[in-house]
Every structure is written in C-alpha cells, then in structure tokens.
C-alpha cells in the first residue's frame, strides 16, 4: 500500500495552517506544519514531503529565500512548492518563480483552487517520482548490459590474440619449415641438374620460394611478434617500430625507461595493438614526417604517446564518425584502453598533428 501523499505547510501563523488543514479534511493526504523556513530547511532531508506549501511572509527567513534554499538542495530540487502570499503584484510573483517556486496561491485562500494546485503538483511529483524510479531502472540494466558487453569484448580480444598467436606459430613453424625444405632441396637439384633448360625454371622456383618465405614471415610477424610473449613490450615496440620506419619512410622514435618488471599480458597486448593502430593510422592518414612514441611509468601509472606532426584531423569529424560505427579503428583503440582498466584520450587539431595518449594504473609492486 502506498502512503499518502505528504504536504508539509510552513507558515509563521498557526491559523493558515488550521485554514488549509480544514479545507484539505477527507483528502486523501497527510500535512505537517512547521512554523519557520529555518526549522522546515533542517527537517526537509528527515520529512521527504511530496507538497511545500510556503508562506512568503515570515520572519527571520522570508518565503522566497526558503524556497531558493529548499530548491538549492539535492532532496528539495524535485519537491514542488506553491507559494501562499498575499502579494498579488506581476512583480511579485515573478520573483516567487525566480526563486524557484512551481506555483502559487493567493490569500485569502479559496478552498477549490488550494484543492486543484494541490492536486495537479502531487500529480506531477508522482510523474516524476515514476520517472525516476523507469530511470534508476534502466540505468540498471544500462549498467548490467555494458558489463556483460565488456566481459563478451574481452573474452573476443584474448579469443582473437590466442587464434593470431596460433596462426602466426603455425605459419612460421609448418609453413615455414616446409618451404625452407624446399628451397633446400631445390638446391641440391641446381647441384645435380646439369641441363640449362631446367636450369632456368629451377632459378625461378628458388625465387618463388624466397618470396614465399618473406611473406610467411611477415604475415606471420604481422599476426602476432612471438617476441611480445618472449620479451616483452619495450624490445617488441623497439622492432615493430623500426620496421614501420623502413616501410614507410617516417622519421619515427621511441622514447622509453627500462621497465622494472614485465606488464600484466592484457597489458602489454594492449599497448601494442594501440601502437600499431596508430602508426598504421599515421600511415594512411597524417601525411607526417615525424613520429614519436613513448613509454614511461610514474607513480604506479604506465603512459604511452603516440605523436605525429602530420595533418590532424577536426574531433567533430571523429565524434560523428565514432557515432556511424565508421571509424573502428580509434574505436577499437578506446575499447582496448579501458579493458586493462586505463583511459585514452586522443587530441588533434587540423594542422598541427595528433597525439594519443594512453594511461593505465598499474598495481603497486608488492
Ligand atoms: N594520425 C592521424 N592523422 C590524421 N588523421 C587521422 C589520424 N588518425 C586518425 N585520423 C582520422 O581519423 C579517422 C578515424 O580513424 P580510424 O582509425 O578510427 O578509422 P580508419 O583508419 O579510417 O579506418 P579503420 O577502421 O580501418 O581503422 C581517419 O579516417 C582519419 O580521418
Ligand atoms: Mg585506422
């Protein structure tokens, strides 16, 4: 069962009370009377009235300061209030809405119409307070979604790095193997072919085969560097990063302290999949012609920059291309980031380069 609804009157004289309590006899409400605006602003909390009916004129505290006070709290700002003043200049009754006020009521009271302004703000309240309860609601399940959303993102991210590390293993190991068996036996074959003819196909299939062999390696290094398991981030980003280099032609640097102990493996998985995004980014998009990288811990917190001096790109652009579901890959970057717990922010600005940086808290050394 639902209690009634509470209205709590504040007025310096008992007998509007006994005014408005007789005309609000066999209503379905309760009333609590107070005799001063301080006394109601100390019970407001306690109380949790669903009404305010607010006398203008009082001593110490006037109505209008009450009310900006009541409306200033975290428990008041819903409350409706209605003022009962004497007062009935335009000027005056502006101020009673400036101060907050939702609505008012002239003296002498009339008992239909402190009936039909009660009535009509309870209902509004009991809207609001429906309102509120729909919100909480689905802030809940908004809540519960995106945790099982994050939990599904990360089992997908260590899905998809196990697959990579078997396919790059795969690849270098069977693949490579087997092609590295050939080349060697097409070299015994030069060696005990004698006729010129074959001779020539015999080159090509050896050619055939280095660039097979190349291109293993490489999608294989693309997949997954074994070394990011081997040695960790700093010696892979060092590699990854050279090599990006010689492939694009960038002036590009990585700046970073001997880390004191290996990261968390989420951790460093991370930093390599947003560094590489990066950089194939400034790649295709920046027009740069430095780029530098770099790695620090301080303070329990590890940081990781990517800074380019390219072309930048306007943030409006990236929101609405964030919101289109078109730009996975900065996407990708800030899903990444908060799993292990950090946060990225990216800054651009069209003509003076791009910089992502990324911060995650690390746990304290034990
Ligand atoms: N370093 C950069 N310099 C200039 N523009 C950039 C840079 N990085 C990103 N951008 C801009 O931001 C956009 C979004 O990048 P994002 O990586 O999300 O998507 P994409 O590279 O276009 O596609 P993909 O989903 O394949 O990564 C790019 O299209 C580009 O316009
Ligand atoms: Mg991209």
């Known amino acids: 069962m639902m209690e009634p609804a509470l209205i709590l009157v504040v007025d310096d004289d008992p007998t509007n009370f006994e005014v408005i309590e007789a005309f609000l006899d066999g209503q379905d409400y309760r009333l609590h009377y107070i005799n001063s605006g301080e006394a109601a602003i100390a019970a407001l909390e306690h109380l949790a009235p669903d009404l305010i009916l607010l006398d203008v004129m009082m001593p110490g505290l006037d109505g209008l300061e009450v009310c900006r006070r009541i409306k200033a709290m975290p428990t008041g700002a819903t409350i409706p209030i209605i003022m009962v003043t004497a007062l009935s200049e335009k000027r005056d009754l502006a101020r009673c809405f400036s101060a907050g006020a939702n609505d008012f009521i002239s003296k002498p009271i009339n008992s239909i119409e402190l009936l039909a302004r ?43 790095e196990t697959e990579r590390r078997f396919l790059a293993h795969e690849l270098h190991d069977e693949v490579g193997q087997a092609l590295t068996a050939i080349k060697i036996n097409l070299h015994r074959l030069e060696r005990w072919v004698t006729s010129t003819q074959a001779s020539e196909p015999l080159e090509d299939c050896l050619a055939l085969v280095d660039d097979a062999l190349q291109q293993v390696r490489n999608i294989s290094l693309d997949l997954r560097p074994s070394m990011l398991d081997d040695l960790g981030l700093v010696p ?64 329990h917190t590890l940081h990781l920059t990517i800074q380019d001096d390219g072309v930048g790109f306007d943030q409006n652009h990236l929101s609405r291309a964030k919101a289109k579901g078109t730009s996975l890959g900065i996407l990708g970057m800030e899903e990444r980031g908060t799993l292990i717990g950090g946060q990225l922010s990216i800054s651009s600005t069209p003509g003076q380069g791009t910089r992502i940086a990324l911060q995650v808290p690390l746990a304290a050394p034990v």
């Open 236 to 299: 892979t980003l060092r590699w990854y990063i050279n090599r990006h280099a010689k492939r694009t032609g960038l002036r590009e640097t990585l700046t970073c302290e001997a880390l004191a102990q290996r990261l968390p493996t989420a951790t460093e998985t991370a930093c390599f999949r947003i560094v590489q995004e990066a950089l194939t980014n400034i790649a295709r998009h920046a027009q740069a012609q430095i780029v530098s990288v770099t790695l620090v811990q301080a303070n």
């Open 118 to 160: 009660a009535r009509s703000m309870l209902l509004l309240r009991e809207q609001h307070k429906q309102l509120q309860g729909f919100n909480a609601r689905l802030e809940a399940t908004v809540q519960m979604r995106t945790a099982q959303l994050q939990a599904l993102s990360i089992k997908l991210l260590e899905a998809q």
